[in-house]
């Protein structure tokens, strides 16, 4: 059975000091990069780790604050999706923190649920209590669906590997 906390803790302990992203570009884990198909400067990233045989958590979902509100974020997280799928997943899993509003609009616009708050932990330590902040997590169920072309759009988007 999953524990949530060993897993984070892992997680955390991994990502803190992965200077490469070896953690986050080993297979089974998957790091999608956006650049400009104009000027091939990196604008966004997310990726996803794998949590058990159907699931994999959503992490690291950024775009550069130039590019914001273009919709690049959401096509990252579609693209981010139909790989997941072709990889075999059913289910999506994600937390972030409560001020992180944008992102859980465009969460819930994707069709992600609210699944419940959680306290905002740092190297074990609930720093929620100090500040009085949450996470809180979604969760979607992935197999169905519909999958789109973003062969159109300014934007390529590939998946890196640490071997790369």
Do not use: H
């Not at 200077?19 to 400067?41: C, D, H, I, M, Q």
């Not at 604008?43 to 130039?66: C, E, H, M, P």
């Amino acid at each position: 059975m999953w524990n949530e906390n060993i897993f984070f803790r892992e997680v955390f302990t991994n990502e803190f000091y992965d200077e490469n992203l070896e953690y986050w570009t080993t297979s089974p884990n998957t790091f999608l990069v956006a650049k400009s198909t104009e000027s091939g400067k990196t604008i966004g990233f997310v990726s996803y780790i794998k949590i058990d045989l159907y699931t994999v958590q959503l992490n690291r979902l950024a775009v550069d604050q130039d590019f914001r509100r273009l919709k690049i974020g959401e096509k990252l997280v579609k693209t981010l999706i139909d790989v997941a799928i072709k990889n075999g997943y059913n289910t999506m899993y994600l937390d972030t923190s409560e001020p992180q509003t944008a992102g859980q609009r465009l969460y819930e616009k994707l069709g992600f649920e609210y699944l419940r708050s959680l306290p905002m932990m740092v190297f074990g330590i609930n720093i929620g209590l100090l500040c009085g902040l949450k996470d809180v997590a979604y969760l979607k169920r992935i197999w169905w669906i519909n999958r789109g072309s973003f062969m159109k759009d300014p934007l390529f988007i590939y998946k890196l590997n640490w071997r790369d």
